[in-house]
């Protein structure tokens, strides 16, 4: 299985997901703005992986201050998790770790700081494994919903890539493939930073899960011809009433797949699942910097002067969402009492 990031010693080694598939090499993160940094840059992305990547950052940060008094410990740590929640906005998944982190700050800080340095490790180790074991329980939950044979066209890299292993997307994708249904994937190939031509489809390679890429203006076609099933996507955030929050694009994709009657699947952990902003309106979309638009990889090809907008993520309402698969179980046309009663379940 692809190892998006490893816990080395004193330091965690992320896959540099920014020169992939041309070059396989590693970045070594050892405290907290050394990870935030490789956050921002996108060495690491996708918004389980960013979460996990961020509760790392937190705890390594707490090792380097293990023998600290109280109160310095305490200010390193709020200024740890200032720089990691501010290192990308969009996906709520590293709000949430860093939050969960701080829990377990606060429980163990009675016993010591050395102690409670060690506790946050273990649980940045917990939600690591944890992350795995979700993904491939939601995978069995949504590979139910690809019929054998079907055709998935996905956006963005929701894999193994995105998130400790396995995937959310392509997850669901494995466990069909699993399951011994036949699955060919049309990738797409996610403008402005290629996550589906550099990463999605590099992924799928690996595995021999059949995959074909097409451009982002392709879709359109392939569906008015029939040639697409399902399409299944990953998210940065669900907001209550169902809104989804995903690379952008993926708006674009549902508005055809809803044109043309193919069931449009999210699947996302439930801490993903942000009850406390009520519609999509409300989420901090990122914009990115507009050398990801003017060129790629040093070649440029837009003009010089030329104005560029460049936001990461756009909104897709939860009129146009079929389902959202999660670790603890489906949400069909998913609205607000809906979300509600999977954040219940349990
Ligand atoms: O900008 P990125 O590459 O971090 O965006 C990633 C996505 O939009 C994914 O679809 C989303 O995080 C879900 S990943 C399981």
């Keep these: 299985m692809i190892e998006t990031l490893i816990l080395k010693g004193d330091?965690?080694?992320?896959?540099?997901?920014?020169?992939?598939?041309l070059a396989f090499e590693t970045v070594?993160?050892?405290?907290?703005?050394?990870?935030?940094?490789?956050i921002r840059d996108m060495v690491v992305r996708g918004a389980p992986a960013i979460g996990v990547a961020a509760a790392y950052g937190y705890a390594l940060e707490a090792q380097l201050h293990s023998t600290a008094s109280t109160p310095?410990?305490?200010?390193?740590?709020?200024?740890?998790?200032?720089?990691?929640?501010?290192?990308?906005?969009?996906?709520v998944n590293l709000?949430?770790?860093?939050?969960?982190?701080?829990?377990?700050?606060?429980?163990?800080?009675?016993?010591?700081?050395?102690?409670?340095?060690?506790?946050?490790l273990s649980e940045a180790i917990s939600l690591h494994q944890q992350d795995?074991?979700?993904?491939?329980?939601?995978?069995?939950?949504?590979?139910?919903?690809?019929?054998?044979?079907?055709?998935?066209?996905?956006?963005?890299?929701?894999?193994?890539?995105?998130?400790?292993?396995?995937?959310?997307?392509?997850?669901?994708?494995?466990?069909?493939?699993?399951?011994?249904?036949?699955?060919?994937?049309?990738?797409?190939?996610?403008?402005?930073?290629?996550?589906?031509?550099?990463?999605?489809?590099?992924?799928?390679?690996?595995?021999?899960?059949?995959?074909?890429?097409?451009?982002?203006?392709?879709?359109?076609?392939?569906?008015?011809?029939?040639?697409?099933?399902?399409?299944?996507?990953?998210?940065?955030?669900?907001?209550?009433?169902?809104?989804?929050?995903?690379?952008?694009?993926?708006?674009?994709v549902a508005v055809l797949a809803q044109r043309h009657n193919i069931p449009f699947y999210v699947a996302c952990p439930v801490s993903t699942l942000d009850l406390n902003t009520p519609t999509g309106a409300e989420v901090p979309i990122e914009e990115r910097s507009a050398q990801e638009v003017l060129g790629f990889a040093g070649v440029r090809w837009?003009?010089?002067?030329?104005?560029?907008?460049?936001?990461?993520f756009d909104v897709t309402p939860a009129a146009l969402v079929t389902a959202i698969i999660t670790e603890r179980g489906i949400v069909h046309q998913p609205d607000r009492a809906g979300i509600a009663r999977l954040m219940q379940s349990l």
Aim: aromatic share 4%; proline share 4%.
């Design 302 to 312: 837009a003009p010089e002067g030329v104005a560029v907008r460049n936001p990461a």
């Design 132 to 252: 795995i074991r979700i993904n491939q329980t939601m995978g069995q939950h949504g590979a139910a919903l690809l019929p054998d044979g079907a055709r998935v066209l996905t956006h963005c890299n929701a894999g193994a890539l995105a998130t400790a292993g396995y995937g959310t997307a392509l997850g669901v994708i494995r466990a069909a493939v699993e399951s011994g249904k036949r699955i060919a994937v049309f990738a797409d190939e996610t403008r402005p930073f290629l996550q589906g031509a550099r990463l999605t489809a590099w992924e799928l390679m690996q595995d021999r899960i059949p995959v074909t890429l097409i451009t982002d203006n392709m879709s359109g076609y392939l569906m008015a011809r029939g040639e697409i099933d399902a399409v299944v996507v990953g998210t940065d955030r669900v907001t209550a009433n169902g809104d989804v929050v995903n690379k952008i694009g993926t708006y674009m």
């Design 28 to 38: 070594r993160c050892s405290n907290a703005d050394e990870m935030a940094q490789a």
């Design 11 to 21: 330091a965690v080694e992320l896959i540099d997901q920014r020169i992939l598939p």
């Design 72 to 91: 310095s410990f305490l200010s390193a740590m709020e200024v740890a998790a200032e720089c990691l929640l501010n290192s990308r906005p969009t996906a």
């Design 95 to 120: 709000a949430w770790a860093v939050k969960r982190m701080q829990a377990v700050q606060a429980q163990h800080l009675p016993v010591g700081i050395a102690a409670c340095a060690q506790a946050l």
